[in-house]
């Protein structure tokens, strides 16, 4: 399942990496310590977290992560958002706590759709 | 190992203590070279994070130092340099959890004292030693399992 799609059907708003959004993604993974996402998220990862300063965008290209998105409302900082528009790194946003966008996106990944939606 | 073998390829980068804002950039540049020389993803991979973890402790806890790499057929070696507080007990740095950085620090993301071990897991190799007052250095080795 690409960005895009996940991105239209959780309603998520889209801040960077607007060409890159037919991106696979292969799984997710969700933290806010850095060392621990460098150590133990994978490629084609969707990583959720609440932090929004630019480190995360050296994380996640590192990392070579398929996005990022902030959590509970959270928008990224300036020189994060410039950052992610620089290296082209999608970086997206919901209003919904970690727990409730990591469940959506564990259905839609293992394919159980019709509980995940989000009508806008 | 293959610690003899001649160098295919060799540099050294400067990484600034406290600017956050280019903190990972030296490691983001090791893990572009280390792809285009073709290595395989899983040494690129482990590299990267050995790269990233020691040139943010550097940021984190240094004035200044020096990252360089060192790619010859069988291995890649990270080697790192700083001149800051030094590391007072070795045993509870490199103790999972144990963390000295400071409310700004633990702001960014960092500071779940996870860095060093990592550091050791993701490397055939690790060194580290370290002066009080002075800086503290580190040596790390990925094998690379069917050459270049
Ligand atoms: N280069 C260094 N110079 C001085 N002290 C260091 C250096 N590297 C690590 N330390 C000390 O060792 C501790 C543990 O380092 P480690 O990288 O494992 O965790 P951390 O940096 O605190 O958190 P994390 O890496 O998980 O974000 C640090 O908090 C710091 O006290
Ligand atoms: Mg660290």
Request: a negative charge.
């Amino acid at each position: 399942m690409d960005l895009e799609t996940i991105a239209t059907c959780l309603n998520l708003k889209v801040f960077s990496g607007f060409d890159q959004l037919k991106t696979e993604v292969l799984d997710g993974y969700t933290g806010d310590l850095l060392s621990d996402v460098m150590a133990n998220s994978k490629e084609g990862d969707l990583w959720m977290t609440r932090q929004v300063h630019q480190n995360i965008i050296a994380v996640a290209s590192l990392k070579d992560h398929a996005g990022i998105i902030m959590v509970q409302g959270a928008e990224p900082a300036k020189d994060t958002l410039e950052k992610a528009l620089k290296e082209n790194i999608p970086v997206m946003g919901t209003d919904l706590s970690g727990f409730e966008i990591a469940g959506r996106i564990y259905n839609l990944l293992k394919e159980k759709q019709d509980i995940t939606r989000i009508d806008p | 190992m293959h610690v003899h073998e001649k160098p295919t390829f060799e540099s050294n980068y400067t990484v600034q203590g406290g600017n956050f804002d280019e903190a990972g950039k030296v490691a983001s540049q090791i893990k572009v070279i280390l792809k285009k020389l073709g290595l395989q993803t899983d040494v690129v991979r482990k590299a990267a994070l050995v790269a990233y973890e020691s040139e943010i402790n550097i940021v984190s806890y240094a004035r200044k130092g020096t990252i360089s790499i060192s790619v010859t057929p069988g291995q890649v070696k990270i080697e790192t340099t700083d001149e800051g507080q030094g590391i007072p007990d070795i045993n509870l740095a490199m103790q999972e959890g144990y963390s000295t950085a400071t409310s700004k620090i633990r702001e960014m993301g960092f500071g779940a004292g996870m860095g060093l071990c990592n550091i050791k897991k993701f490397s055939d190799y690790f060194q580290i030693t370290s002066e009080i007052g002075k800086g503290t250095h580190l040596k790390m080795i990925i094998n690379i399992e069917n050459g270049v």
